[in-house]
């Protein structure tokens, strides 16, 4: 199994607070990816990494910011939870561009 | 905005028998794809990838490709009820992405 943890697997969290979910990779892939699955619309994804500071948005990504100051660690922060970012939040990784590994998964419930 | 389209399902099946996943994609530059299974709770899983035109077969599982007419699928001979599960297509967009469908429910029925 790819070497991904995710932290934390479950988070309840109130409106309004910032929230950060980290990845943490041990494969030492250059490329890490985070999504957010929701009945209806698959996964999608919210920002992705190429490199240690180099990240980019992806199709969900208002509401969201990303780092990766080191090659194992991509950490997501919900600046200010709202209800809609309610989800299950998968980090995945990749080499180059091939096979992706996901993450157990952090679900996070505003309230 | 570059697209893969799964059928949602279910799609049920006896246990035995063969399950057949359609994906298509709309780039056709697309090089490679994958083929994900998601038990339910849990994380999406790599069970194939295939890079070129024809078959590929590993064990139970074969991802069939065809770049002329877009799509890939996915066989699962002789289906058990442990194949229960959603099926995600992906296919790499760009440089440094990929694009997820949204997924097929199988269901085999015992």
């Known amino acids: 199994d790819a070497g991904i943890t995710q932290s934390p697997r479950h988070k309840v969290t109130e409106t309004g607070t910032p929230v950060t979910l980290r990845c943490h990779q041990t494969?030492?892939?250059?490329?890490m990816y985070w999504y957010r699955q929701d009945p209806g619309h698959g996964l999608r994804l919210i920002h992705y990494s190429y490199g240690v500071k180099d990240t980019d948005k992806g199709e969900v990504s208002d509401g969201y910011s990303v780092s990766r100051s080191k090659t194992e660690d991509f950490l997501l922060t919900l600046e200010s939870a709202t209800s809609s970012q309610t989800s299950v939040y998968f980090c995945?990784?990749?080499?180059?561009?091939?096979?992706?590994?996901f993450g157990q998964g952090t679900r996070l419930t505003v309230v | 905005q570059k697209e893969v389209e799964q059928n949602s399902g279910p799609l049920s099946v006896p246990e035995g028998a063969i399950a057949s996943l359609n994906c298509t994609y709309s780039?056709?530059?697309?090089?490679?794809f994958f083929w994900y299974r998601q038990y339910s709770g849990k994380s999406p899983e790599l069970i194939m990838f295939?890079?070129?035109?024809g078959d590929k077969e590993d064990g139970r599982f074969t991802a069939q490709l065809n770049k002329a007419s877009q799509y890939v699928s996915l066989l699962i001979r002789d289906s058990q009820p442990s194949d229960s599960a959603t099926y995600l297509c992906?296919?790499?967009?760009?440089?440094?992405?990929?694009?997820f469908g949204t997924g097929t429910r199988l269901k085999v029925l015992a």
């Open positions: 995945a990784i990749s080499r180059e561009l091939t096979e992706a590994f």
């Open positions: 992906a296919v790499p967009s760009g440089t440094y992405k990929y694009i």
């Open positions: 780039d056709r530059g697309s090089q490679s």
């Open positions: 494969e030492n892939h250059r490329y």
């Open positions: 295939i890079y070129s035109n």
